[in-house]
C-alpha cells in the first residue's frame, strides 16, 4: 500500500498529481490484504450463489431487451469493465455505486448510531491517541480547524469507557493519505482512545468535498453518463468497544456543497454535524455522540 508510493516529496509538489491508477491500485491493494468482513466467496453457498447471480444476470438481460441494447454498446461495456480492472478502480466503482444498499441491509435491525459506507480509503492500525488528541497532520496543515468531541454509550446508556473512535478523512485538498502521493503516511488518521467516561475531543481540520478522480474509468463513466464526481466532505468514522457491534460511519457538515446529491448515496440525515464556530475563536466545533449496540 504505502510501500510503493515515493517517500515524502518537497512541499512544492503537493498531491495534485494523484492519479486514478496510483490511487485505485492502492485501493486495490488495501482490499485484498483486509477485505470488509474478511470472507470471500469460498464460505458462500451454492444455492445462493445460484439465486443471486442468475437474478443478477436475468435483471441485465431484461435491461438489454428493453433498450434494444446493441454490439457496439456491448463492445464498449466490455472495454470499459476490462479498464476498470486495469485501472483498481473495481474498490472505487463497487464502494461508491453499490455499497450504500449492502449497509442499507446490513443496518436494518440496529438501534444505536446510524452507519453508512466504509468506502475504499480505510487503513486498520492508525496510531494510537489518547481521549483528548490531536491527528497526525503536518506542520502547516491547511483548513479551517475542528474540534470534534463526544461520548460512546451503549443502547442502555451505560458509558462504554476506552472505547474506541478511528478516524480518518481528506484533507483540504481532497485527498487521502496512503491513497494520493506525497503525504505523510498517517495524515489525518488516528485510533482515539476514549477516557473512563467514554468521552473523546479530537482535534483536526475540516475536509474538503471528495472529487472521484476524472482521468480513470470512473471518471469515464460520470462524463459518458453527464453525471457529477462529487462526494459531500466527510470525516470516517468506526467506533467500537468490548461486547458491542463496531459502527462504520461517516459524518457531514450542514450545508455543505454535494451533502443532497452524493455520487455514492451515502448521506442521511442523522449524519449531518452543524458546528459552532470555536470557543477560542480558532475554527468550528461540534459534539456527537455514538450508541452502540450490543454484540
Ligand atoms: C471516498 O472518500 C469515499 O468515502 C467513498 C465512499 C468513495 C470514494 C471516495
Ligand atoms: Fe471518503
Redesign the pocket.
Known amino acids: 500500500m504505502s510501500t510503493d508510493q515515493p517517500a515524502e516529496q518537497p512541499a512544492d509538489q503537493p498531491a495534485e498529481q494523484a492519479t486514478a491508477a496510483a490511487s485505485g491500485a492502492a485501493a486495490t491493494e488495501r482490499f485484498r490484504t483486509h477485505a470488509k468482513q474478511n470472507s470471500g466467496t469460498t464460505d458462500t453457498d451454492t444455492r445462493r450463489v445460484d439465486t443471486l447471480v442468475s437474478e443478477l444476470l436475468a435483471a441485465t438481460h431484461a435491461v438489454i431487451r428493453r433498450h434494444q441494447v446493441t454490439y457496439a454498446e456491448y463492445d464498449a461495456l466490455k472495454a470499459w469493465l476490462i479498464q476498470v480492472g486495469q485501472d483498481g478502480e473495481w474498490p472505487?466503482f463497487l464502494?461508491?455505486w453499490i455499497?450504500h444498499v449492502v449497509e442499507e441491509v446490513a443496518g436494518e435491525s440496529r438501534e444505536g448510531s446510524k452507519g453508512t459506507?466504509?468506502?475504499?480509503?480505510y487503513v486498520p492500525d492508525a496510531p494510537r491517541l489518547p481521549a483528548d488528541a490531536t491527528l497526525p497532520m503536518r506542520d502547516d496543515e491547511e483548513g479551517t480547524p475542528l474540534l470534534f468531541q463526544g461520548q460512546v454509550t451503549s443502547v442502555d446508556g451505560t458509558a462504554l469507557a476506552g472505547a474506541t473512535v478511528e478516524m480518518w478523512h481528506?484533507d483540504n485538498d481532497g485527498y487521502?493519505a496512503q491513497f494520493a502521493p506525497g503525504l505523510p503516511e498517517w495524515n489525518l488518521r488516528g485510533t482515539v482512545i476514549a477516557d473512563d467516561q467514554g468521552n473523546f475531543r479530537i482535534h483536526t481540520i475540516e475536509p474538503a468535498p471528495?472529487r472521484?478522480p476524472t482521468d480513470g474509468s470512473c471518471g469515464r463513466l460520470i462524463a459518458a453518463a453527464g453525471w457529477h464526481a462529487w462526494?459531500p466532505a466527510?470525516l470516517?468514522l468506526k467506533v467500537s468497544a468490548p461486547g458491542h457491534q463496531r459502527v462504520t460511519t461517516?459524518l457531514y457538515f450542514k450545508g455543505g456543497s454535494h451533502v443532497q446529491d452524493d455520487i455514492?448515496s451515502?448521506v442521511k440525515p442523522e449524519l449531518i454535524l452543524d458546528p459552532a464556530p470555536a470557543a477560542d475563536g480558532n475554527g468550528r466545533d461540534v459534539t456527537y455522540d455514538f450508541v452502540l449496540d450490543k454484540a
Not at 459506507?117 to 480509503?121: A, N, S, V
Open positions: 472505487l464502494d461508491v455499497e459506507i466504509e468506502g475504499p480509503y481528506a487521502y471528495y472521484i462526494r466527510h470516517h461517516q455514492a451515502a
